[in-house]
């Protein structure tokens, strides 16, 4: 069986000239808040490849730097205010939040601008089947079949992994009654008894558990759709930098096996971002409708 490569960079590249058409058509600038707490260095290379890629498409950014002794209530207020801001439209705060700051100020968004659906509110609303937004991760997901042509009503599609992040959103976002959804989804986790009975009955399975080569070629049946969302950096003595970047699906053990497979880097992840920069251009444009 020939396997399909389904590479992000074509799907991100037109979502990325729909931000721009849609950013240029508004009587003012998108604007996205980055709040970054503290000195974590992912945090502050994702936050800055954020701002290169909203320059772009003409999504303006403002990077909030707050130090981690500034505390909770700080950083809470900081986060209360941007949401009041009428010239921003939408607000993400960078994860993970250093020791001694409460994952509650999240809580602070406001709703209308929680672009990445990392509220309990925000979730609510996605669990329920209400207008909000989704975690771009999840998305992206929907986004990748999607741009590949690749049919979710009726097909089973397997989850492994349950993180607020991909897991239950994914399955919310997949259980929806549209085109892009109407699916019959399993969840599987880290409890899951013979997960390989389960992923074995995947039309489309999709790895988000933070597992290296946790999917094997023997937990698949022959011609399953196989999206990899794991990015594990493991270590690798013959790179330049010493280590590499895998998913959480033996990559190698698919070919010949999957109809189609993500890779990875170069799969899911290169999404997200543009998906984040969608939603801001979605929320200026309910502003601008108020």
């Known amino acids: 069986m020939d396997t399909v490569l389904l590479k992000g960079k074509a799907v991100a590249g037109e979502i990325r000239q729909d931000v721009a058409r849609r950013a240029a058509a508004l009587p003012f600038d998108p604007a996205l808040a ?153 969840v599987c986790h880290t409890g899951t008894s013979d997960l390989a009975l389960h992923t074995r009955q995947a039309d489309i399975l999709v790895a988000a558990m933070g597992r290296p080569g946790g999917i094997r070629g023997d937990m698949v049946s022959e011609g399953v759709v196989v999206i990899d969302v794991g990015v594990n950096q493991i270590d690798d003595p013959e790179s330049e930098k010493g280590y590499r970047l895998v998913g959480d699906v033996a990559f190698d053990e698919m070919t010949g096996l999957a109809s189609a497979v993500t890779p990875v880097p170069g799969g899911v992840g290169t999404l997200t971002t543009a998906l984040l920069l969608r939603g801001v251009v979605v929320a200026a444009e309910s502003a601008a409708a108020r």
């Open 34 to 186: 980055i709040v970054l707490v503290g000195d974590d260095p992912a945090s502050a290379y994702y936050s800055a490849s954020i701002e290169r890629a909203a320059t772009k498409v003409g999504v303006a950014t403002r990077l909030v730097e707050l130090e981690a002794s500034e505390g909770t209530e700080r950083v809470a207020s900081s986060i209360r205010d941007l949401s009041r801001d009428a010239s921003v439209h939408g607000i993400i705060v960078q994860q993970p939040l250093p020791d001694g700051i409460l994952q509650q100020v999240v809580e602070e968004v406001a709703a209308e601008k929680d672009v990445d659906c990392a509220t309990t509110y925000s979730l609510g609303l996605l669990m329920t089947g209400r207008e909000t937004f989704a975690p771009c991760t999840a998305l992206a997901v929907l986004e990748m079949l999607h741009g590949h042509d690749i049919a979710l009503p009726g097909k089973h599609v397997v989850i492994v992994g349950r993180s607020t992040v991909v897991g239950k959103p994914l399955a919310n976002l997949l259980l929806r009654k549209s085109e892009r959804g109407n699916a019959t989804v399993t």
